[in-house]
């Protein structure tokens, strides 16, 4: 079993075809962990902004369609 984002590429390219359409994988959650006594590095910050963004434009939209 493949993620969609990983498997995506390949049934856009006609590499891999869909056999069952009416099926979805479980949601997954993605977490940052960081300690709280330590000041997060500038570049890790930059990061998690940069994830916590790119997910957020898909809320609500539920999952891309190939």
């Known amino acids: 079993m493949r993620s969609e984002w990983e498997a995506a ?8 075809e869909v056999l069952v359409k009416d099926y979805a994988l479980p949601d997954a959650d993605i977490y940052a962990v960081c300690p709280q006594e330590q000041n997060l590095a500038a570049k890790v910050r ?5 994830l916590t963004a790119h ?3 898909a809320g609500g939209q539920g ?3 190939w």
């Open 63 to 65: 999952r891309s369609r």
């Open 55 to 57: 997910f957020a434009q």
């Open 9 to 16: 590429p390949f049934v856009r390219s006609g590499e891999l």
């Open 46 to 50: 930059v990061f998690v902004d940069f």
